[in-house]
């Protein structure tokens, strides 16, 4: 069974530039998440997917971060105007229906530097 | 709001002795999940072991146990016989069962190092 990917796994911009990152969770799985990991903290969720709606956004920072899923699969995670503390791992998890005991399977991130 | 604290920045063992990591959390709940994940140097997350609150006895999972003190609000694993392929961040999750409110709250994690 194929895992999560995620892409591209390195990204460099600068401040203010936009930047945008793919995720393909495990086939067949409903519901995607998008977590922000930055340097020597744990993930935090920046929203999360039931098939194309959001169930849970109240973290995104709506301002400068969109997200969708449009077909139900596969999704994009953008970020426009990037700031400096951006600078993080973007992890992409996905799991079979998003019931509370199901395992979130995890994807390898995109790691971004803002400079 | 549910918090997670994971007071070991960092932990070391011998390989094939027995190290124990510590979490605490916080919650006002009478039922949820607890989780602990591994995160390797190569970054992928992978579920190492998970127990639900009501459960009084503890999980375990071949070499990775829990002791789960719910009054106390304690969930630690400990991981016997050590092996070098044990070394990677562990991070403790707590999970609300509040319907359609199911994100995980992580801790900041404890960096494992497995000495041979």
């Known amino acids: 069974e194929a895992g999560v990917a995620q892409s591209p796994r390195y990204k460099i911009i600068e401040k203010r530039q936009s930047v945008a990152f793919w995720c393909n969770p495990i086939?067949?799985?409903?519901?995607l998440y998008w977590y922000q990991q930055i340097l020597g903290q744990g993930p935090k969720l920046l929203i999360q997917f039931q098939n194309n709606g959001v169930v849970d956004d109240s973290q995104l920072p709506k301002d400068r971060f969109s997200a969708e899923r449009l077909k139900g699969v596969d999704s994009t995670l953008k970020i426009q105007p990037a700031k400096l503390e951006d600078s993080a791992v973007y992890l992409c998890?996905?799991?079979?229906?998003?019931?509370?005991?199901?395992?979130?399977?995890f994807g390898p991130g995109t790691r971004l530097l803002v400079l | 709001a549910q918090t997670v604290t994971q007071s070991q920045p960092e932990m070391s063992v011998q390989e094939a002795e027995t190290v124990t990591l510590s979490c605490t959390y916080d919650?006002?709940?009478?039922?949820?999940?607890l989780f602990w994940y591994k995160q390797p140097p190569s970054r992928q997350m992978i579920l190492v072991i998970r127990?639900?609150?009501?459960?009084?006895q503890n999980a375990t999972e071949n070499r990775f146990s829990v002791n789960f003190q719910k009054a106390a609000k304690s969930f630690s694993l400990k991981i016997s016989d050590s092996q070098l392929g044990d070394a990677a961040m562990y991070f403790c999750a707590y999970r609300s069962i509040t319907q359609g409110n199911y994100k995980l709250t992580f801790g900041k994690g404890t960096l494992l190092t497995v000495n041979p």
């Open positions: 998890a996905s799991s079979w229906k998003g019931l509370v005991q199901e395992t979130q399977y």
């Open positions: 127990q639900e609150a009501y459960k009084q």
């Open positions: 086939s067949g799985h409903a519901t």
């Open positions: 919650t006002s709940e009478s039922d949820y999940y």
